[in-house]
């Protein structure tokens, strides 16, 4: 069986994966799906499980690459197959959790992204700076141009070689797939408290991750490495660094933080709700509990 932990930030999903993994006695593979826990070095921000929890041994995907390191879904997607595969030839249950639910659903259904590009000229851009080269894509794909900062030259060159291979644009690709589950047994719980009670628990979140050590953390991260793209999306370290750099005073930072949270929160919300099917839903972490003990004991 592959159980699949979603909800918005600051829900306790990782907290209900551990409940989980204790009632499950075949040592299930417990597979991380936040986006931006997958970056060593990058914990409290992310509200990463802590290296001391015995379960942290026990994650896939988890502190896998650098915060120098752009990470994209179709490279999780990847990951994250080869890691249920694994599971299901060792007959082990899968716990497959996280907040990211693009990566979730790229993963569970028939999302393809493995173009093969690797034969396809492109040397005819070399010449091509940033900017010329996302005003191409933007003729070619806007809808992915949109998706792509100009900066991040690499991922414009794929979308231009997806569309060289295939003689259509990555978004046109696509639409044709049918996005369906491609595993059987999966059960997907969404965990959604009640929209107050949620927007205090960010708040109350990321003032302890203020008091745990986020200012120092941030300071770590840009003195050992240049953020990459990716990692400078994760919520909270652009705004301390920009408090670092005295462009925000550190109360402005915290509830710029705060707000940017509680609307990715509804972003995630919004996106479980809709994008995947036979979900089952909970209010609270109490009735997810009363589930487990009544289908699994």
Same mark, same amino acid.
């Given at each position: 069986?592959?159980?699949? #932990?979603?909800?918005?930030?600051?829900?306790?999903?990782?907290?209900?994966?551990?409940?989980?993994?204790?009632?499950?006695?075949? @040592?299930?593979?417990?597979?991380?799906?936040?986006?931006?826990?997958?970056?060593?070095?990058?914990?409290?921000?992310?509200?990463?499980?802590? !290296?001391?929890?015995?379960?942290?041994?026990?994650?896939?995907? *988890?502190?896998?690459?650098?915060?120098?390191?752009?990470?994209?879904?179709?490279?999780?997607?990847?990951?994250?197959?080869? $890691?249920?595969?694994?599971?299901?030839? /060792?007959?082990?249950?899968?716990?497959?959790?996280?907040?990211?639910?693009?990566?979730? @659903?790229?993963? *569970?259904?028939?999302?393809?992204?493995?173009? $093969?590009? $690797?034969?396809?000229?492109?040397? %005819?851009?070399?010449?091509?700076?940033?900017?010329?080269?996302?005003?191409?894509?933007?003729?070619?794909?806007? !809808?992915?141009?949109?998706?792509? +900062?100009?900066?991040? @030259?690499?991922?414009?060159?794929?979308?231009?070689?997806? #569309?060289?291979?295939?003689?259509?644009?990555?978004?046109?690709?696509?639409?044709?797939?049918? +996005?369906?589950?491609?595993?059987?047994?999966?059960?997907?719980?969404?965990?959604?408290?009640?929209?107050?009670?949620?927007?205090?628990?960010?708040?109350?979140?990321?003032?302890?991750?203020?008091?745990?050590?986020?200012?120092?953390?941030?300071?770590?991260?840009?003195?050992?490495? +240049? *953020?990459?793209?990716?990692? /400078?999306?994760?919520?909270?370290?652009?705004?301390?660094?920009?408090?670092?750099?005295?462009? *925000?005073?550190?109360?402005?930072?915290?509830?710029?933080?705060?707000?940017?949270? @509680?609307?990715?929160?509804?972003? /995630?919300?919004? %996106? %479980?709700? +809709?994008?995947?099917?036979?979900?089952?839903?909970?209010?609270? #972490?109490?009735?997810?509990?009363?589930?487990?003990?009544?289908?699994?004991?």
């Amino acid at each position: 069986m592959i159980y699949v #932990i979603v909800g918005p930030t600051g829900c306790g999903k990782t907290h209900l994966a551990k409940m989980l993994y204790d009632f499950l006695n075949n @040592r299930p593979v417990l597979i991380n799906a936040d986006a931006f826990q997958v970056y060593q070095d990058m914990n409290i921000g992310t509200a990463k499980i802590s !290296v001391d929890d015995p379960l942290y041994s026990e994650y896939k995907l *988890l502190d896998i690459i650098k915060p120098c390191q752009n990470f994209s879904v179709m490279e999780f997607q990847k990951l994250a197959r080869k $890691e249920i595969d694994n599971a299901i030839k /060792q007959n082990r249950d899968v716990i497959l959790v996280g907040g990211t639910g693009l990566y979730i @659903r790229a993963t *569970l259904y028939d999302y393809q992204f493995n173009v $093969e590009t $690797e034969d396809i000229d492109l040397s %005819f851009f070399d010449t091509f700076n940033n900017d010329d080269l996302h005003c191409l894509l933007k003729q070619l794909d806007p !809808v992915e141009a949109n998706k792509i +900062h100009p900066n991040n @030259r690499k991922r414009v060159m794929r979308a231009i070689s997806i #569309i060289k291979a295939n003689g259509e644009s990555k978004t046109n690709l696509l639409k044709k797939q049918q +996005h369906q589950m491609i595993y059987k047994d999966v059960k997907i719980f969404f965990i959604n408290p009640p929209r107050e009670k949620l927007y205090q628990i960010i708040n109350k979140r990321v003032d302890a991750m203020i008091k745990d050590g986020l200012i120092d953390e941030v300071k770590n991260l840009v003195s050992k490495y +240049h *953020l990459s793209m990716t990692a /400078q999306k994760a919520i909270g370290y652009s705004e301390i660094i920009s408090f670092l750099e005295n462009k *925000l005073s550190l109360k402005e930072a915290i509830e710029l933080i705060k707000k940017k949270t @509680r609307n990715y929160a509804k972003r /995630q919300i919004t %996106f %479980f709700k +809709h994008q995947f099917d036979s979900i089952i839903m909970y209010n609270n #972490i109490d009735d997810f509990l009363n589930y487990i003990q009544e289908a699994l004991l």
